[in-house]
């Protein structure tokens, strides 16, 4: 068995056991929130208008949804369908299993989400080395302290104004939605337009807020690297700046690889004031929604995907460690 | 660099694919022929694409009054909850004394695929309400108003018979109000020998409670079905779902399709009122129901071109409801007290400026229906205008003290009266925000406590957690409906098989805690909860005056002080449709899909 092997499988046994260990207390967590879903309903149905007889009728279907037994039963009931991979009934999607709900929202949120924070990295790591080799000129000022306002600016406020902007003020992109529904859905240049233009906001905003983090880690990272007897010996030797720029990057983008990784993780959190804002119906939103409506089988099945996902997010940014960075390997094959 | 290029490059094809993409929205916009009607479902948050095409489920992809029909559609009365708008059924013949309801099918009626809409489409809808939980179709031993019997005429005539051992006036409503699918479509979703079973649930015993069991699981796999393509007899049906927009084509199988102006309907996906708000605002909905907006948000919607609402009579009210379990509140002259501080009309112009009018005063009806119901005896009421030399006196006969110009309990001890309000519910915490300031001005120390969430508001009011809170109450045109919000369940009283019972405070859901008996004066001890139990099989004659005996009960008991009555505000444009319904017509409150069926909503020309 190689070393890789070796490592994967004692990750892979701990993450299992991470995993169950996270499902047992997410389950008994989300079982004691507190609220009654159906009386809310109820309410929220007369109060929009609907006559006690339809609110009657449109709440006494979810009963037949809720869990069943005792919590102990319950537990056993959900461990046990866990490893079936069945998460249960949506409460407020009666009828659809959860694991269907959650993969209906999540291509909305894992697409925009990664190509956001992809290309945040990217700018963020090539802008965040010139920041750094710069930094006593004018451009690696002006690198850092844009790094450093978007990093300080939050999400939403983020969200809002590219929102205002570019929905209000200059109006070339929509406000919300995944694609206009007019298109017939496809492999056509009508509906994929319809897509990129719908992502567009999303995405950029998603860029922008995560840009400031990378430019910052990444200019912290070249200076590190910048003070090295090896940077000093290639300068030394008289090779081509070309080359070692190249040295400077390679070495001070490992540390940000582990970032990277956990980001890739909790990519399946959604980004929730992003999902919002721009009425993105993502997996933020489906997380929001079923928390406010005590959806249990929805909440509970949106926060193992999340945990499965950093936990397998972990394992690769482990593994793909020891594979681009000589010295981990080398240790790990001596011992 | 060369990534740094490749970055800008396809953050440049992004905005330029948005650019030509952007046109080409606005010009499917126009939707050619009758239009593109853009609307949302106020009463159901959230588009979900992978929901099937199916009425019964609560997130299904079947839009009432569009793809989704009914036998009949209820109007917006404000006494009789037997009026209704045709759908499936043409016409209907509801025997005097309420014992049957024969239902006349439109002849012309047609599937979207061509097939004719028969009896037996009824026969099977009847059957799947059974398993839903329906009013007249339950399948609860002894339920008011419950069908006795379902018999097939002809091809075109179904009849219904109550079961008049407990009967209800809401019967012809509990039958008419059903939805309608397809036999050809749904018919495996019953088992060949449901009515077997379901005779047999009517009897007592464990063969019958299991057959109850068996019919109350179908309820889940029919919530489950998803037909193979939507296929509806309404005015459009479903062509596709994405997770933000649903679009709608017209039938033209549709038995009145040439009264049907819009070619195509878009429905669009929320999850809060901001977003209806934000589409409002821009302009963007043809129609939008009832929506709760505060005042700066409702200036804004005005101004969107074309916009304009309508509005007319929505039966629910609100009140500030006493928890009389708890002391000081157990004392009537305390719960009177507290009603002459309140300013309603201050409360309501701060709260719901658009979507209510000030109570004039607490009967437990809304305004409209209860000058129907109570004649002359309205003004007999007590208003509880704003009078604070009143309170003073109504805190004195409590035994409350003032003590350097705040008011304390019997025994001296401080006294903060405690109001409660779920979060998110902006015209809810506007109104306790302003009664706290007015009784502050009056020597009463007061808070407002925000609840995470109604979910978890519901539950602690439920469990007698709170001082007092706000409660939704004259849900009419049902008498028995309006009523049952303050003499119901929460206050202690349960119907079950026409028996009326009395939990005691804290017991069986009673978080109100008012007494079993209230002397009224002029009439005597009454029990509430028997009265409100009367109403259900009373006819309106004999309901009036129980009615006032309710009224009066109320007024003088107090268990709550009714603060507002909602109006149903419809946001409409004119920019893209006209014909709209006018203000306090019946069909305010049915969707806009009934309104086109009705020959309503034009393209502008």
Request: charged letters at 15%; hydrophobic letters at 45%.
């Amino acid at each position: 068995m190689t070393v890789i092997a070796r490592r994967l499988a004692g990750h892979l046994a701990r993450g299992i056991v991470m995993v169950l260990v996270v499902a047992t207390i997410s389950f008994f967590i989300i079982r004691n929130i507190p609220g009654d879903p159906i009386a809310a309903r109820y309410q929220k149905l007369i109060e929009g208008g609907a006559s006690p007889e339809a609110a009657e009728r449109a709440t006494a279907v979810m009963y037949g949804f809720l869990p069943k037994g005792t919590l102990w039963q319950q537990y056993l009931d959900y461990m046990s369908g866990l490893f079936h991979f069945d998460l249960g009934i949506s409460v407020t999607n009666p009828g659809t299993p959860v694991t269907e709900v959650l993969a209906g929202a999540a291509k909305w949120t894992v697409l925009p989400v990664l190509f956001g924070t992809l290309l945040s990295f990217l700018v963020g790591v090539i802008l965040g080395v010139y920041a750094a080799v710069k930094r006593t000129g004018k451009l690696g000022d002006v690198l850092a302290v844009s790094g450093s306002l978007l990093h300080g600016v939050p999400q939403y406020v983020l969200a809002l104004l590219m929102g205002a902007i570019f929905t209000t003020l200059l109006p070339i992109l929509p406000s919300d939605g995944t694609a206009d529904i007019l298109y017939e859905p496809g492999f056509n240049a009508g509906y994929i337009g319809s897509l990129v233009e719908h992502a567009t906001l999303p995405v950029v905003t998603y860029a922008l807020a995560s840009y400031g983090g990378w430019i910052l880690a990444m200019k912290s990272s070249v200076v590190t690297v910048l003070g090295d007897d090896f940077i000093l010996a290639a300068e030394l030797r008289g090779m081509k700046r070309s080359v070692i720029f190249r040295y400077i990057a390679r070495n001070a983008i490992l540390p940000l690889f582990t970032i990277l990784a956990l980001s890739l993780g909790l990519l399946f959190g959604g980004s929730i004031f992003i999902e919002r804002i721009f009425n993105y119906p993502g997996l933020g939103f489906l997380l929001i929604d079923s928390i406010t409506n005590r959806d249990y089988a929805l909440m509970g099945g949106a926060f193992l995907l999340i945990t499965v996902a950093i936990v397998v997010a972990n394992i690769l940014a482990d593994l793909f460690y020891s594979v681009i960075d000589p010295r981990v390997r080398s240790t790990e094959e001596v011992s | 660099m060369k990534r740094l290029a490749a970055v800008v490059a396809l953050l440049g094809l992004a905005t330029a694919t948005a650019a030509c993409s952007g046109g080409a929205t606005n010009k499917s916009g126009s939707g050619g022929g009758g239009g593109l009607f853009t609307t949302i479902d106020v009463n159901r948050p959230g588009l979900e694409p992978s929901a099937p095409a199916n009425p019964y489920n609560p997130k299904g992809n079947s839009f009432l009054g569009y793809n989704a029909m009914k036998l009949a559609w209820v109007k917006n009365d404000l006494t009789d909850p037997n009026k209704f708008y045709p759908g499936i059924a043409a016409s209907w013949d509801i025997a005097p004394d309420n014992s049957s309801v024969t239902i006349h099918l439109q002849p012309n009626g047609k599937w979207s695929d061509g097939k004719p809409v028969t009896a037996e489409d009824v026969k099977l809808s009847i059957g799947i309400a059974y398993t839903q939980g329906s009013t007249a179709f339950a399948i609860t031993p002894g339920a008011a108003g419950a069908a006795a019997d379902v018999q097939v005429v002809d091809d075109h005539t179904v009849k219904v018979t109550q079961d008049m051992t407990n009967p209800s006036m809401k019967f012809a409503r509990g039958v008419l109000d059903t939805f309608v699918a397809p036999a050809h479509v749904w018919n495996s979703v019953l088992p060949a020998d449901f009515w077997d079973k379901l005779k047999a649930s009517r009897a007592t015993g464990a063969d019958a409670e299991k057959a109850r069991e068996e019919i109350t699981a179908l309820g889940e796999k029919i919530i489950a079905f998803a037909p193979p393509k939507d296929t509806s007899a309404g005015p459009f049906t479903l062509e596709r779902v994405n997770p933000s927009e649903a679009l709608l084509v017209k039938n033209k199988n549709f038995f009145n399709a040439a009264n049907v102006a819009p070619d195509q309907v878009k429905f669009l996906n929320y999850t809060g009122n901001e977003q209806i708000w934000n589409y409002l605002i821009g302009g963007k909905l043809d129609h939008a129901g009832f929506t709760a907006a505060p005042t700066n948000v409702m200036d804004r919607i005005k101004q969107a071109p074309g916009a304009q609402t309508i509005k007319g009579f929505s039966p629910v009210s609100v009140g500030l409801a006493f928890n009389q379990s708890k002391k000081p509140y157990d004392n009537v002259h305390v719960r009177k007290g507290l009603a002459y501080l309140i300013d309603r009309d201050q409360v309501t112009k701060v709260a719901s400026p658009e979507g209510g009018t000030a109570a004039v005063t607490t009967s437990g009806i809304h305004q409209k229906p209860a000058q129907e119901w109570l004649g002359a005896e309205l003004s007999a009421l007590e208003p509880y205008k704003h009078d604070v030399a009143k309170a003073e006196t109504e805190f004195k006969a409590a035994g409350l003290q003032k003590k350097d110009g705040k008011w304390a309990l019997a025994d001296g001890s401080p006294w903060k009266f405690s109001m409660h309000a779920p979060a998110g519910f902006s015209d809810w915490i506007s109104a306790q925000e302003n009664i706290k300031s007015q009784l502050a001005t009056a020597g009463v120390d007061a808070e407002v406590v925000t609840t995470a969430d109604y979910p978890l508001y519901l539950e602690e009011l439920a469990a007698g957690k709170y001082d007092a809170g706000f409660w939704l109450l004259a849900l009419g045109p049902a008498p028995y409906d309006i009523y049952q919000r303050l003499f119901g369940a929460s206050n202690g009283w349960t119907n079950v098989a026409g028996k009326i019972a009395h939990a005691a405070p804290g017991k069986g859901g009673n978080w109100m805690g008012g007494p079993e008996e209230i002397d009224v004066a002029g009439v005597g001890k009454v029990n509430p909860g028997e009265l409100t139990g009367k109403l259900n099989a009373s006819t309106a004659e004999q309901a009036k005056p129980i009615m006032v005996e309710l009224a009066k009960a109320a007024n003088e008991n107090l268990p709550l002080i009714q603060l507002w009555d909602y109006v149903n505000t419809q946001f409409v444009n004119t920019s893209r449709f006209t014909g709209w319904p006018e203000a306090e017509a019946d069909v305010l409150r049915l969707p806009a899909g009934v309104w086109m069926q009705l020959g309503m909503v034009k393209k502008k020309q």
